[in-house]
């Protein structure tokens, strides 16, 4: 009999016939060298538990199993893991409330070209549309936002479908995918006729065009204010060293999305920052004069292709996925195929740029001049100078996760990334609770940087449950609560563009705040509920600590990196800060506020 792939360690012909349908679950995941699986339990998914269960007491060959304490935390988990990784690991949950608990980080995997595999329990086949106990149409839920969603109703199908949905995952634009497995299908013994049904599967192709990429190089070669635009696209194909040879080539300065942050690094000559509504002013002004702008596995989101975005540029996109291509902006030259295989083609092949940029480059340094200075405050911690001092004493080197909302912006403009894939934030979606999750993730990667969290007051209490898993597992996490009492986003937006309507941002308000309370620039109030320094008490082994004025900050920041296990600082930062410059929702790149 045939070997399952050439340099497995498990053939056919050593396993035994008759297998049941978790038995050949947890060889095909074996087989397919899964680290681990990210999971939680309930009724549908626990005869794959009792395999896996069985077998490590046999000490026998299984994933690792780390179990969450709700199943979006073993989602964002996976992102944190697969982003550093590559490759995807198994989140596994049960039927119902357990698989629609999945669809967020799933959705947060679409938006950002994450792989993963998702499976979830379901019941048994014969109950499938009878509104069975903890029944829900979880693939049809999610077919929108997976490239892959199979119903499993058989034992015969799960090889073959865990196989399509690895390589579907990592494939092309890669992407969450959801395996439904019926009880019955775990429980049930193979008859040898393996299947594939009732999947739903979205199909990537690669046309790389030699012409265009030809002519669109000799145009790019005689620009005289080109702009290269990158996205996660660059992250996730490993690119960015190429990208560097090719921005070099062509002496193009580089603007990118919060998805491809240190690509370049900032003090790189090269380097415009990030692009966008909380942008550097040199990013959007080059955006917005330029002649050419050559994007790259990037989107052209509403947040960064502001209105004035590229309006006197000619504009080539190149992406392996050819529906973001003419998406959202109409474009000159449209190149599908991955960031790797254009930069590639275009270092070895390109012609060479024969104008210099002097004039180009003199004008962004200008513009460079033009960012907004940091608040003076001597007697509160100004949240973007704790972020500059953490960045400097880690040398920006550490692996950093955010929640959503200010603290992510000012992480984004103040941490100093060398490394793309350092950077754990959740893009496309903007999922709050995505950062606690995500850095755990991040630890089981085994990678020797330090990983730290840097989130919101709001953002880490929609996760904080995730605390039980890293202390439950001894996870040295290093987590910053930047906390302003607010949901200090929405809050920025309502005392910005609404006339300060913003009661309901403030999580420190209750029924007998004044009624025209419209900013926080006089209320100091802090409840301080939940205390994070009394988690200490909650979960043992977690050091704990507060700072409040700026003279603590660095002696904080090192006390807390010298430290051997999880440590929770809450870094109570002056309420009212801003992130700027901001670009208002839907206005153009002169309506930039570059003070508040
Ligand atoms: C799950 C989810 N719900 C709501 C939002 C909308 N939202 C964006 S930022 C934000 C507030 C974030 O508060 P916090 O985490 O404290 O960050 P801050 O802005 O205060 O730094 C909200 C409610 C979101 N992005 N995600
Ligand atoms: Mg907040």
């Known amino acids: 009999m045939m070997s399952i792939n050439e340099n497995n360690n498990i053939k056919k012909k050593d396993l035994p016939k008759n297998r049941s349908g978790a038995e050949i679950f947890v060889d095909t995941i074996n087989d397919l060298k899964i680290d681990y699986i990210f999971g939680h339990t309930g009724g549908a998914i626990m005869p794959m538990y009792v395999e896996i269960n069985k077998r490590i007491s046999r000490h026998e060959k299984t994933p690792e199993v780390i179990m969450f304490r709700q199943e979006p935390g073993a989602g964002h988990a996976a992102e944190g893991y697969s982003k550093i990784k590559g490759k995807p690991l198994l989140v596994c949950a049960t039927s119902g409330p357990g698989a629609t608990n999945l669809v967020t980080p799933i959705a947060d995997c679409f938006a950002d070209s994450i792989p993963a595999i998702f499976v979830t329990g379901q019941v048994s ?29 058989n034992a015969n199908e799960i090889e073959s479908a ?23 299908a775990f429980n049930g013994k193979n008859n040898e006729e393996p299947l594939i049904n009732s999947s739903i599967e979205k199909k990537i192709e690669d046309k790389f065009d030699k012409k265009v990429i030809d002519e669109m190089l000799k145009q790019f070669a005689k620009a005289k204010k080109p702009i290269i635009y990158i996205g996660g696209g660059i992250k996730i194909d490993d690119s960015y060293e190429l990208l560097k040879t090719f921005a070099k080539k062509y002496d193009s300065p580089v603007g990118m999305t ?8 900032r003090d790189n000559k090269l380097s415009l920052g990030m692009l966008g509504m909380h942008g550097t002013i040199e990013a959007n002004n080059a ?29 080539c996109h190149v992406d392996i996925d050819a529906s973001e291509i003419n998406k959202i902006r109409k474009v000159d030259y449209e190149i599908n195929t991955s960031a790797k295989r254009f930069l590639e083609y275009a270092i070895n092949n390109g012609p060479s740029r024969t104008e210099d ?37 880690t040398s920006g080197k550490s692996i950093i996760a955010t929640g959503v909302g200010q603290h992510q912006m000012w992480t984004a403009q103040y941490y100093n990334f060398i490394n793309p894939t350092d950077f754990l934030t959740s893009g496309g979606l903007g999922t709050m609770g995505y950062g606690l999750p995500a850095a755990i993730g991040a630890y089981f990667t085994k990678s020797n940087k330090e990983i730290i969290l840097i989130d919101g007051d709001g953002s880490f209490q929609m996760n904080m449950q995730e605390l ?20 200090g986003l929405p809050m920025q937006w ?3 563009f609404d006339e300060g309507n913003l009661f309901e941002c403030c999580l420190e308000r209750d029924l007998t705040c004044p009624k025209n309370c419209s900013s926080f620039k006089t209320c100091k109030k802090r409840n301080n509920n939940p205390d994070l320094i009394n988690l200490d008490k909650v979960y043992p082994g977690l050091k704990t600590a507060r700072i409040t004025r700026p003279e603590e900050m660095i002696p904080m920041i090192k006390e807390v990196l010298a430290h051997k296990g999880p440590y929770l600082v809450d870094v109570q930062i002056k309420k009212e800060s801003y992130i700027l410059p901001i670009i208002p929702p839907g206005k153009g790149i002169d309506d930039i506020i570059t003070e508040y």
């Open 468 to 487: 039980g898993t890293v202390v439950q597992n001894k996870i040295p996490l290093k987590m910053f609560v930047i906390n302003n009492g607010l949901w």
């Open 258 to 265: 919060l998805m491809s942050l240190g690509s370049i690094p």
């Open 357 to 393: 940029l002097n004039d180009w480059h003199n004008q962004i340094s200008e513009w460079k001049k033009m960012n907004p200075k940091l608040d003076e405050e001597k007697d509160e911690i100004i949240p973007q100078i704790f972020i500059k001092e953490l960045s400097n004493l």
């Open 162 to 184: 865990l196989r399509k949905a690895y390589d579907i995952s990592l494939s092309g634009r890669k992407g969450p995918v959801l395996i439904d497995i019926c009880k019955d």
């Open 125 to 153: 086949s014969n109950y499938l549309g009878t509104n069975a106990f903890q029944e829900v149409p979880i693939t049809k839920i999610v077919s929108p936002i997976t490239k892959l969603a199979i119903l499993v109703k």
């Open 287 to 315: 955006a917005k004069n330029s002649d050419f702008i050559l994007g790259i596995g990037v989107r052209f989101d509403d947040r960064v292709a502001v209105k004035d975005f590229g309006n006197h540029a000619k504009i």
């Open 494 to 496: 309502h005392e910005m």
